[in-house]
Protein backbone atom coordinates (compact mmCIF):
# COMPACT_ATOMS: atom_id res chain seq x y z
CA UNK A 1 0.00 0.00 0.00
CA UNK A 2 1.41 3.79 -0.74
CA UNK A 3 2.43 5.49 1.94
CA UNK A 4 -0.17 7.78 3.89
CA UNK A 5 -2.88 5.78 2.60
CA UNK A 6 -4.32 5.81 6.09
CA UNK A 7 -5.38 9.08 5.43
CA UNK A 8 -7.67 8.33 2.89
CA UNK A 9 -8.76 5.15 3.76
CA UNK A 10 -11.08 3.68 6.75
CA UNK A 11 -10.80 -0.18 7.06
CA UNK A 12 -9.53 -2.82 4.22
CA UNK A 13 -12.34 -5.80 4.20
CA UNK A 14 -11.75 -9.00 3.79
CA UNK A 15 -10.18 -10.12 0.57
CA UNK A 16 -11.78 -12.47 -1.86
CA UNK A 17 -10.07 -15.60 -2.98
CA UNK A 18 -11.25 -17.36 -5.73
CA UNK A 19 -10.28 -20.06 -8.84
CA UNK A 20 -10.67 -18.64 -12.00
CA UNK A 21 -11.71 -21.42 -15.10
CA UNK A 22 -8.14 -21.89 -15.62
CA UNK A 23 -7.57 -22.61 -12.38
CA UNK A 24 -5.50 -19.83 -11.42
CA UNK A 25 -5.73 -17.54 -8.02
CA UNK A 26 -7.47 -14.30 -8.26
CA UNK A 27 -7.60 -12.36 -5.26
CA UNK A 28 -9.84 -9.10 -4.79
CA UNK A 29 -9.06 -6.64 -2.01
CA UNK A 30 -11.26 -4.07 -0.82
CA UNK A 31 -10.89 -0.76 1.41
CA UNK A 32 -13.53 1.93 2.23
CA UNK A 33 -12.84 5.13 1.26
CA UNK A 34 -12.98 8.29 3.59
CA UNK A 35 -15.04 10.56 0.94
CA UNK A 36 -14.16 13.76 3.46
CA UNK A 37 -10.65 13.28 2.98
CA UNK A 38 -10.45 12.55 -0.83
CA UNK A 39 -11.92 15.26 -1.34
CA UNK A 40 -8.91 17.50 -0.27
CA UNK A 41 -6.67 15.69 -2.78
CA UNK A 42 -6.34 13.35 -5.54
CA UNK A 43 -6.23 9.97 -3.99
CA UNK A 44 -5.38 7.93 -7.08
CA UNK A 45 -1.70 9.12 -7.40
CA UNK A 46 -1.60 7.98 -3.77
CA UNK A 47 -3.37 4.58 -4.23
CA UNK A 48 -2.75 3.36 -7.34
CA UNK A 49 -0.12 1.38 -7.87
CA UNK A 50 1.91 0.01 -11.26
CA UNK A 51 0.37 -2.58 -12.99
CA UNK A 52 1.45 -6.24 -12.80
CA UNK A 53 2.71 -5.22 -9.05
CA UNK A 54 2.85 -8.46 -7.00
CA UNK A 55 0.48 -8.98 -3.89
CA UNK A 56 1.97 -8.90 -0.41
CA UNK A 57 0.67 -12.34 1.09
CA UNK A 58 0.59 -14.09 -2.76
CA UNK A 59 3.37 -12.85 -4.70
CA UNK A 60 2.77 -15.27 -7.67
CA UNK A 61 -0.59 -13.01 -8.42
CA UNK A 62 0.49 -9.76 -10.24
CA UNK A 63 -2.18 -6.71 -9.41
CA UNK A 64 -4.40 -6.62 -13.00
CA UNK A 65 -7.24 -4.07 -11.99
CA UNK A 66 -7.44 -1.78 -9.35
CA UNK A 67 -10.00 1.70 -9.11
CA UNK A 68 -12.17 3.42 -7.20
CA UNK A 69 -16.26 2.71 -7.29
CA UNK A 70 -18.92 4.45 -6.28
CA UNK A 71 -22.66 2.94 -4.69
CA UNK A 72 -21.20 -0.15 -3.59
CA UNK A 73 -23.55 -3.31 -2.28
CA UNK A 74 -21.39 -2.92 0.85
CA UNK A 75 -22.96 -0.32 2.10
CA UNK A 76 -20.75 2.51 1.92
CA UNK A 77 -20.06 5.43 -0.37
CA UNK A 78 -17.04 4.53 -2.19
CA UNK A 79 -14.94 1.94 -2.06
CA UNK A 80 -11.21 1.26 -3.31
CA UNK A 81 -10.13 -2.20 -5.09
CA UNK A 82 -7.11 -3.90 -6.13
CA UNK A 83 -7.80 -7.44 -8.44
CA UNK A 84 -4.16 -9.82 -8.51
CA UNK A 85 -4.75 -12.47 -10.69
CA UNK A 86 -2.06 -15.44 -10.42
CA UNK A 87 -0.47 -15.96 -14.16
CA UNK A 88 1.76 -18.50 -16.20
CA UNK A 89 5.14 -18.34 -15.09
CA UNK A 90 7.01 -16.87 -18.33
CA UNK A 91 6.13 -15.26 -21.49
CA UNK A 92 6.20 -18.95 -23.18
CA UNK A 93 3.69 -20.33 -20.82
CA UNK A 94 0.46 -21.00 -21.85
CA UNK A 95 -2.04 -22.62 -19.24
CA UNK A 96 -5.46 -23.82 -20.72
CA UNK A 97 -8.84 -22.61 -20.24
CA UNK A 98 -11.29 -25.67 -20.10
CA UNK A 99 -11.18 -28.20 -22.28
CA UNK A 100 -10.53 -29.14 -25.66
CA UNK A 101 -13.60 -27.85 -27.99
CA UNK A 102 -14.06 -31.16 -30.65
CA UNK A 103 -15.86 -30.38 -33.51
CA UNK A 104 -16.11 -32.61 -37.03
CA UNK A 105 -16.50 -30.80 -40.35
CA UNK A 106 -19.14 -31.50 -43.25
CA UNK A 107 -16.89 -34.18 -44.19
CA UNK A 108 -16.04 -35.58 -41.21
CA UNK A 109 -12.80 -34.39 -40.42
CA UNK A 110 -12.01 -33.94 -37.09
CA UNK A 111 -11.44 -29.64 -35.44
CA UNK A 112 -10.43 -28.84 -31.93
CA UNK A 113 -10.17 -25.64 -29.98
CA UNK A 114 -8.01 -24.82 -27.64
CA UNK A 115 -8.15 -21.53 -25.56
CA UNK A 116 -5.27 -20.07 -23.40
CA UNK A 117 -4.66 -17.63 -21.22
CA UNK A 118 -0.96 -16.21 -21.03
CA UNK A 119 0.99 -13.47 -20.31
CA UNK A 120 0.39 -10.26 -22.16
CA UNK A 121 4.26 -10.32 -23.89
CA UNK A 122 3.78 -13.92 -25.07
CA UNK A 123 4.85 -14.78 -29.00
CA UNK A 124 2.70 -17.05 -30.60
CA UNK A 125 4.31 -20.11 -32.27
CA UNK A 126 4.02 -22.68 -34.56
CA UNK A 127 3.39 -22.91 -38.43
CA UNK A 128 -0.28 -22.89 -39.50
CA UNK A 129 -0.46 -25.97 -42.02
CA UNK A 130 2.57 -27.17 -41.31
CA UNK A 131 2.75 -27.35 -37.28
CA UNK A 132 1.49 -30.86 -35.92
CA UNK A 133 -0.23 -31.88 -32.55
CA UNK A 134 1.71 -34.93 -30.33
CA UNK A 135 -0.75 -35.62 -28.18
CA UNK A 136 -4.31 -35.90 -26.76
CA UNK A 137 -7.47 -34.87 -28.87
CA UNK A 138 -4.77 -32.90 -31.05
CA UNK A 139 -2.36 -35.58 -31.77
CA UNK A 140 -1.43 -35.94 -35.42
CA UNK A 141 -3.73 -32.87 -36.26
CA UNK A 142 -2.56 -29.57 -38.18
CA UNK A 143 -2.52 -25.95 -36.63
CA UNK A 144 -5.02 -24.88 -38.55
CA UNK A 145 -5.46 -21.22 -36.70
CA UNK A 146 -3.03 -19.32 -33.96
CA UNK A 147 -4.16 -15.84 -32.61
CA UNK A 148 -5.02 -13.50 -30.09
CA UNK A 149 -9.04 -13.43 -28.84
CA UNK A 150 -7.71 -10.96 -26.03
CA UNK A 151 -4.73 -8.98 -25.22
CA UNK A 152 -4.72 -6.65 -21.91
CA UNK A 153 -2.13 -4.91 -20.93
CA UNK A 154 -0.79 -7.80 -18.09
CA UNK A 155 -2.64 -11.05 -19.39
CA UNK A 156 -3.64 -12.30 -22.88
CA UNK A 157 -5.95 -15.20 -23.69
CA UNK A 158 -4.08 -17.10 -26.94
CA UNK A 159 -6.81 -19.24 -29.23
CA UNK A 160 -5.21 -22.58 -30.96
CA UNK A 161 -7.22 -24.26 -33.23
CA UNK A 162 -5.85 -27.90 -34.99
CA UNK A 163 -7.44 -29.70 -37.92
CA UNK A 164 -7.22 -33.06 -39.19
CA UNK A 165 -5.90 -32.86 -42.65
CA UNK A 166 -8.51 -33.53 -45.59
CA UNK A 167 -9.26 -32.97 -49.04
CA UNK A 168 -12.79 -31.08 -48.85
CA UNK A 169 -13.28 -30.74 -52.60
CA UNK A 170 -11.70 -31.37 -55.61
CA UNK A 171 -13.33 -30.33 -58.99
CA UNK A 172 -10.66 -31.21 -62.23
CA UNK A 173 -11.43 -29.92 -65.57
CA UNK A 174 -9.33 -29.65 -69.24
CA UNK A 175 -6.22 -27.73 -69.42
CA UNK A 176 -5.57 -24.88 -71.54
CA UNK A 177 -6.41 -25.70 -75.13
CA UNK A 178 -2.94 -24.10 -75.74
CA UNK A 179 -2.08 -27.06 -73.57
CA UNK A 180 -2.78 -30.56 -75.03
CA UNK A 181 -2.71 -33.10 -72.94
CA UNK A 182 -3.51 -31.40 -69.90
CA UNK A 183 -5.80 -31.09 -67.17
CA UNK A 184 -6.46 -28.50 -64.05
CA UNK A 185 -6.93 -30.29 -60.63
CA UNK A 186 -8.15 -27.42 -57.65
CA UNK A 187 -7.47 -29.25 -54.56
CA UNK A 188 -9.39 -27.57 -51.41
CA UNK A 189 -8.53 -28.78 -47.96
CA UNK A 190 -8.29 -28.15 -44.44
CA UNK A 191 -5.12 -28.95 -42.05
CA UNK A 192 -2.66 -28.92 -44.81
CA UNK A 193 -2.14 -27.47 -48.47
CA UNK A 194 -2.37 -30.68 -50.74
CA UNK A 195 -0.64 -31.62 -53.74
CA UNK A 196 -0.80 -33.78 -56.61
CA UNK A 197 1.67 -36.86 -56.88
CA UNK A 198 2.44 -39.73 -59.03
CA UNK A 199 1.40 -42.67 -58.30
CA UNK A 200 2.48 -45.61 -60.96
CA UNK A 201 0.26 -44.08 -63.92
CA UNK A 202 -2.72 -42.10 -62.14
CA UNK A 203 -2.27 -39.40 -59.46
CA UNK A 204 -2.68 -39.06 -56.27
CA UNK A 205 -2.83 -36.56 -53.60
CA UNK A 206 -0.83 -35.88 -50.33
CA UNK A 207 -0.28 -33.33 -47.71
CA UNK A 208 3.56 -33.94 -47.51
CA UNK A 209 5.22 -33.11 -50.79
CA UNK A 210 6.79 -29.69 -51.80
CA UNK A 211 4.91 -27.88 -54.18
CA UNK A 212 7.54 -28.04 -56.66
CA UNK A 213 8.05 -31.56 -56.44
CA UNK A 214 6.78 -33.12 -60.00
CA UNK A 215 8.58 -30.87 -61.68
CA UNK A 216 7.60 -31.13 -65.40
CA UNK A 217 4.62 -33.02 -64.51
CA UNK A 218 2.87 -30.88 -62.44
CA UNK A 219 2.74 -26.85 -61.79
CA UNK A 220 1.33 -24.68 -58.96
CA UNK A 221 -1.21 -22.37 -61.12
CA UNK A 222 -2.55 -20.69 -57.85
CA UNK A 223 -3.15 -20.35 -54.11
CA UNK A 224 -5.85 -18.91 -52.37
CA UNK A 225 -5.84 -19.65 -47.81
CA UNK A 226 -8.71 -18.07 -46.35
CA UNK A 227 -9.99 -17.82 -42.69
CA UNK A 228 -13.70 -20.11 -41.94
CA UNK A 229 -14.56 -19.91 -38.45
CA UNK A 230 -11.23 -19.58 -37.15
CA UNK A 231 -10.36 -22.28 -39.33
CA UNK A 232 -7.63 -22.30 -42.57
CA UNK A 233 -8.54 -23.48 -45.58
CA UNK A 234 -6.08 -24.24 -48.32
CA UNK A 235 -6.89 -23.96 -51.67
CA UNK A 236 -4.65 -25.21 -54.37
CA UNK A 237 -5.14 -25.13 -58.68
CA UNK A 238 -2.26 -27.41 -60.32
CA UNK A 239 -2.12 -27.73 -63.84
CA UNK A 240 -0.89 -31.69 -64.37
CA UNK A 241 -0.36 -33.68 -67.37
CA UNK A 242 -3.54 -35.64 -68.04
CA UNK A 243 -1.99 -38.87 -68.44
CA UNK A 244 0.52 -38.77 -64.94
CA UNK A 245 2.85 -41.29 -67.13
CA UNK A 246 3.64 -38.19 -69.25
CA UNK A 247 4.64 -34.50 -69.06
CA UNK A 248 3.03 -30.89 -69.55
CA UNK A 249 5.68 -30.18 -71.76
CA UNK A 250 6.88 -32.26 -75.05
CA UNK A 251 5.42 -32.94 -78.49
CA UNK A 252 1.91 -33.33 -78.54
CA UNK A 253 1.23 -34.51 -81.96
CA UNK A 254 2.83 -34.85 -85.33
CA UNK A 255 0.52 -34.51 -89.02
CA UNK A 256 1.84 -34.96 -92.36
CA UNK A 257 1.29 -31.78 -94.34
CA UNK A 258 2.96 -30.04 -97.66
CA UNK A 259 4.95 -26.23 -97.57
CA UNK A 260 5.83 -23.98 -100.55
CA UNK A 261 9.38 -23.38 -100.54
CA UNK A 262 11.14 -21.78 -103.43
CA UNK A 263 14.45 -23.18 -104.65
CA UNK A 264 17.87 -21.67 -105.42
CA UNK A 265 19.38 -20.42 -108.91
CA UNK A 266 22.82 -21.51 -110.51
CA UNK A 267 24.86 -18.83 -112.45
CA UNK A 268 27.25 -20.42 -115.18
CA UNK A 269 30.09 -18.87 -116.36
CA UNK A 270 30.58 -18.93 -119.95
CA UNK A 271 33.34 -18.73 -122.88
CA UNK A 272 31.61 -18.02 -126.01
CA UNK A 273 33.13 -18.94 -129.61
CA UNK A 274 32.50 -15.68 -132.04
CA UNK A 275 32.77 -16.00 -136.04
CA UNK A 276 31.80 -14.54 -138.73
CA UNK A 277 32.68 -14.17 -142.60
CA UNK A 278 34.06 -10.50 -143.31
CA UNK A 279 32.51 -9.11 -146.41
CA UNK A 280 35.64 -8.47 -148.02
CA UNK A 281 36.02 -12.41 -147.85
CA UNK A 282 38.20 -12.76 -144.43
CA UNK A 283 37.20 -14.07 -141.51
CA UNK A 284 36.81 -12.87 -137.82
CA UNK A 285 36.88 -15.46 -134.94
CA UNK A 286 37.76 -15.38 -131.33
CA UNK A 287 35.95 -15.75 -127.94
CA UNK A 288 34.01 -13.49 -125.69
CA UNK A 289 32.76 -14.44 -121.54
CA UNK A 290 29.73 -14.19 -120.61
CA UNK A 291 27.15 -15.80 -118.25
CA UNK A 292 23.82 -17.31 -117.45
CA UNK A 293 21.44 -17.08 -114.92
CA UNK A 294 18.82 -19.81 -114.24
CA UNK A 295 16.42 -18.73 -112.01
CA UNK A 296 15.50 -20.20 -108.92
CA UNK A 297 11.57 -22.26 -109.16
CA UNK A 298 9.17 -22.46 -105.59
CA UNK A 299 8.03 -26.18 -105.68
CA UNK A 300 5.55 -27.98 -103.14
CA UNK A 301 7.66 -30.14 -100.30
CA UNK A 302 6.31 -33.33 -97.74
CA UNK A 303 6.93 -31.97 -94.31
CA UNK A 304 5.70 -32.85 -90.91
CA UNK A 305 3.89 -30.76 -88.53
CA UNK A 306 4.34 -31.05 -85.07
CA UNK A 307 3.36 -29.16 -81.66
CA UNK A 308 5.60 -28.93 -79.25
CA UNK A 309 5.49 -27.85 -75.61
CA UNK A 310 8.66 -26.28 -74.26
CA UNK A 311 9.35 -24.85 -70.79
CA UNK A 312 11.42 -21.66 -72.67
CA UNK A 313 11.71 -20.12 -75.97
CA UNK A 314 12.79 -22.57 -78.84
CA UNK A 315 16.59 -21.68 -80.58
CA UNK A 316 16.52 -20.73 -83.90
CA UNK A 317 18.52 -23.36 -85.82
CA UNK A 318 19.13 -23.22 -89.55
CA UNK A 319 16.63 -23.57 -92.01
CA UNK A 320 15.94 -25.99 -94.69
CA UNK A 321 14.92 -24.63 -98.36
CA UNK A 322 16.58 -21.09 -97.15
CA UNK A 323 17.99 -19.56 -100.63
CA UNK A 324 19.25 -16.86 -98.28
CA UNK A 325 22.08 -19.08 -97.03
CA UNK A 326 23.40 -19.67 -100.06
CA UNK A 327 25.11 -16.68 -102.62
CA UNK A 328 27.79 -15.33 -104.93
CA UNK A 329 29.13 -12.14 -106.21
CA UNK A 330 30.01 -11.30 -110.34
CA UNK A 331 32.66 -9.39 -112.04
CA UNK A 332 32.40 -9.11 -115.60
CA UNK A 333 35.15 -6.98 -117.55
CA UNK A 334 35.29 -5.65 -120.97
CA UNK A 335 38.16 -4.24 -122.37
CA UNK A 336 38.99 -2.82 -125.96
CA UNK A 337 41.92 -1.48 -127.53
CA UNK A 338 41.77 -0.09 -130.92
CA UNK A 339 45.32 1.02 -132.49
CA UNK A 340 46.55 2.09 -136.32
CA UNK A 341 48.48 4.62 -138.06
CA UNK A 342 48.14 8.09 -137.00
CA UNK A 343 49.33 11.41 -139.25
CA UNK A 344 51.68 10.80 -142.45
CA UNK A 345 54.37 13.24 -142.87
CA UNK A 346 56.21 13.63 -146.17
CA UNK A 347 59.35 15.40 -146.81
CA UNK A 348 62.46 15.49 -149.36
CA UNK A 349 62.05 16.79 -152.91
CA UNK A 350 59.03 15.40 -155.37
CA UNK A 351 61.87 12.72 -156.95
CA UNK A 352 63.64 12.33 -153.79
CA UNK A 353 61.37 12.17 -150.38
CA UNK A 354 60.21 10.12 -147.37
CA UNK A 355 57.00 9.47 -145.26
CA UNK A 356 57.25 9.34 -141.65
CA UNK A 357 53.74 7.96 -140.13
CA UNK A 358 53.30 8.55 -136.61
CA UNK A 359 50.16 6.00 -134.86
CA UNK A 360 46.79 6.26 -132.61
CA UNK A 361 45.51 4.57 -129.97
CA UNK A 362 41.85 4.53 -128.20
CA UNK A 363 41.62 1.72 -125.54
CA UNK A 364 38.25 2.04 -122.99
CA UNK A 365 37.62 -0.62 -120.21
CA UNK A 366 34.02 -0.87 -118.41
CA UNK A 367 33.33 -3.15 -115.00
CA UNK A 368 30.13 -4.22 -113.29
CA UNK A 369 29.66 -5.83 -110.14
CA UNK A 370 26.48 -7.80 -109.34
CA UNK A 371 25.27 -9.66 -106.07
CA UNK A 372 23.32 -12.71 -106.27
CA UNK A 373 21.34 -14.08 -103.16
CA UNK A 374 20.09 -17.27 -103.72
CA UNK A 375 22.37 -18.25 -106.64
CA UNK A 376 25.44 -20.14 -106.91
CA UNK A 377 27.92 -20.73 -109.44
CA UNK A 378 28.31 -24.18 -110.98
CA UNK A 379 31.67 -25.15 -112.94
CA UNK A 380 34.18 -23.07 -113.34
CA UNK A 381 34.58 -19.75 -111.48
CA UNK A 382 36.21 -17.88 -114.06
CA UNK A 383 36.05 -17.79 -117.74
CA UNK A 384 37.89 -15.43 -120.38
CA UNK A 385 37.54 -14.45 -123.95
CA UNK A 386 39.65 -12.19 -126.74
CA UNK A 387 38.92 -11.02 -130.00
CA UNK A 388 41.18 -9.58 -132.55
CA UNK A 389 40.12 -7.81 -135.93
CA UNK A 390 41.46 -5.21 -138.51
CA UNK A 391 39.25 -2.95 -138.99
CA UNK A 392 40.48 -0.89 -141.40
CA UNK A 393 43.52 -1.04 -144.07
CA UNK A 394 45.40 2.69 -145.27
CA UNK A 395 47.18 2.96 -148.21
CA UNK A 396 50.47 3.93 -148.18
CA UNK A 397 52.70 5.83 -151.10
CA UNK A 398 56.69 4.90 -150.55
CA UNK A 399 58.96 5.43 -153.54
CA UNK A 400 55.56 6.37 -155.93
CA UNK A 401 54.46 2.96 -155.01
CA UNK A 402 51.09 2.06 -153.02
CA UNK A 403 51.08 0.02 -150.53
CA UNK A 404 48.20 -1.03 -147.48
CA UNK A 405 50.42 -2.15 -145.22
CA UNK A 406 49.41 0.37 -142.03
CA UNK A 407 46.00 -1.19 -140.99
CA UNK A 408 43.68 -0.53 -137.87
CA UNK A 409 43.61 -3.31 -135.54
CA UNK A 410 40.81 -3.97 -132.77
CA UNK A 411 41.42 -5.95 -129.37
CA UNK A 412 38.45 -6.86 -127.35
CA UNK A 413 39.11 -8.79 -124.16
CA UNK A 414 36.30 -9.77 -121.72
CA UNK A 415 35.96 -11.71 -118.64
CA UNK A 416 33.63 -13.21 -116.03
CA UNK A 417 34.79 -14.04 -112.31
CA UNK A 418 32.26 -15.32 -109.95
CA UNK A 419 33.10 -15.45 -106.09
CA UNK A 420 30.76 -16.90 -103.27
CA UNK A 421 29.31 -20.67 -102.71
CA UNK A 422 30.10 -22.66 -105.80
CA UNK A 423 27.84 -25.84 -105.05
CA UNK A 424 24.07 -26.06 -102.94
CA UNK A 425 25.54 -27.51 -99.97
CA UNK A 426 24.58 -24.51 -97.87
CA UNK A 427 20.63 -24.84 -99.42
CA UNK A 428 19.48 -27.70 -96.92
CA UNK A 429 16.69 -30.18 -97.64
CA UNK A 430 16.20 -31.89 -94.57
CA UNK A 431 15.38 -30.19 -91.18
CA UNK A 432 13.23 -27.40 -90.31
CA UNK A 433 11.46 -25.70 -93.03
CA UNK A 434 9.59 -23.29 -90.68
CA UNK A 435 8.79 -22.63 -86.50
CA UNK A 436 6.17 -20.53 -84.89
CA UNK A 437 6.76 -19.89 -80.94
CA UNK A 438 4.51 -17.66 -78.90
CA UNK A 439 4.23 -17.81 -75.17
CA UNK A 440 0.83 -19.79 -74.22
CA UNK A 441 0.64 -19.95 -69.93
CA UNK A 442 2.27 -18.96 -67.13
CA UNK A 443 2.34 -20.79 -63.72
CA UNK A 444 2.79 -19.21 -60.15
CA UNK A 445 6.08 -19.54 -59.91
CA UNK A 446 7.18 -17.49 -63.28
CA UNK A 447 7.40 -20.61 -65.20
CA UNK A 448 6.60 -19.38 -68.70
CA UNK A 449 5.04 -22.22 -71.10
CA UNK A 450 5.41 -22.23 -74.90
CA UNK A 451 3.59 -23.16 -78.11
CA UNK A 452 6.10 -24.71 -80.54
CA UNK A 453 4.85 -25.28 -84.24
CA UNK A 454 7.50 -26.87 -86.38
CA UNK A 455 7.76 -28.05 -90.22
CA UNK A 456 9.98 -30.44 -90.62
CA UNK A 457 10.86 -32.17 -94.22
CA UNK A 458 12.61 -35.91 -93.98
Known amino acids: MATGYETYLKRPLRPSIDWTEHGLYRITRRWEVDSAAAKAANIESKLFLPRETADEEFPQALLVDQGISEGTPFGVDQ ?50 GTTTGTSGDINGLYLSGNGFAERGKVSAIVVKRWAEAGIIAMPEQPGSLRLPGTRMITLTSQGAPFYPKVNGTDWTYTSVLEESAEGTKSKLVSKNDHNIKGFMQFNRTYLVSADASGTITGQKYSVPSKIRVQGVGILTLIQDSISMTDVTGGDISGTRASYKRTPAKASWQDVTMTLEITASPPAEAARAFDPTLVSCSLKEERLNLRGGPGTSVIFGTETNNQTVTGFNRAFSASTRHEDLVGYYIAGDMTKAGELTYVAAEIPKVTDNTVSTSDEVTVKEQTSVVGTGDNNASAYATTGIVDQKARPVFITYDGTIYWEVIKWTAA
Open 79 to 128: MYYRVYQELPEGDATLVQLGTDVISYSDNGLKMVEQRFVARDGHTLTGTV
